[in-house]
């Protein structure tokens, strides 16, 4: 399998620091008014969320096409909840919104398809007995 790599700087206190994410194709600040606030940049839960809707409309797309379908577009918004657990900041939730476009793909084959997704595919599994629970509405339009 491969490994991917990415690297974070932080400098600085956490309220008047400020840092700065290297990922292929994105190089971008974060500080605190990113991840706490609404400052400009990004953070690491809009990564998570990133990783988790990619890693989900791929791992779908691979299920239907399994069925021998071809999904003309799967669309996947992720919300994450960064909130507190035993004191500290933790991720409590990850909302998967997904749409998706296949013709000749039955509603419950979809809805089968769906949910074996969202308990497999590896972000999913990453987050598996941990602290957030993952939410799923999917749509067959």
Same mark, same amino acid.
């Given at each position: 399998?491969?490994?991917?790599?990415?690297?974070?700087?932080?400098?600085?206190?956490?309220?008047?620091?400020?840092?700065?994410?290297?990922?292929?194709? @994105? =190089?971008?600040?974060?500080?605190?008014?990113?991840?706490?606030?609404?400052?400009?940049?990004?953070?690491?839960? #809009?990564?998570?969320?990133?990783?988790?809707?990619? &890693? @989900?409309?791929?791992? +779908? =797309? %691979? +299920?239907?096409?399994? #069925?021998?379908l071809t999904? #003309?577009?799967?669309?996947?918004?992720? =919300?994450?909840?960064?909130?507190? +657990?035993?004191?500290?900041?933790?991720?409590?939730n990850i909302?998967?919104? *997904?749409?998706?476009? &296949?013709?000749?793909?039955?509603?419950?084959?979809? #809805?089968?398809?769906?949910? %074996?997704?969202? /308990?497999? *595919?590896?972000? =999913?599994?990453? @987050?598996?007995?941990?602290? /957030?629970?993952?939410?799923?509405?999917?749509?067959?339009?």
């Open positions: 399998m491969t490994v991917r790599k990415v690297k974070s700087v932080w400098n600085g206190t956490l309220k008047q620091g400020a840092g700065k994410m290297d990922i292929t194709g @994105y =190089s971008g600040p974060f500080t605190f008014a990113s991840r706490f606030e609404n400052g400009k940049g990004t953070n690491p839960e #809009e990564l998570v969320g990133a990783a988790h809707s990619g &890693c @989900y409309s791929m791992f +779908l =797309s %691979a +299920l239907i096409s399994g #069925e021998g999904p #003309e577009s799967i669309e996947t918004e992720a =919300s994450v909840t960064l909130g507190e +657990l035993d004191g500290g900041p933790a991720i409590t909302k998967l919104d *997904c749409t998706v476009k &296949c013709e000749g793909l039955a509603q419950d084959k979809f #809805e089968e398809l769906a949910a %074996a997704a969202k /308990a497999k *595919c590896p972000i =999913s599994r990453l @987050y598996a007995g941990g602290t /957030a629970t993952i939410e799923l509405d999917a749509k067959l339009v």
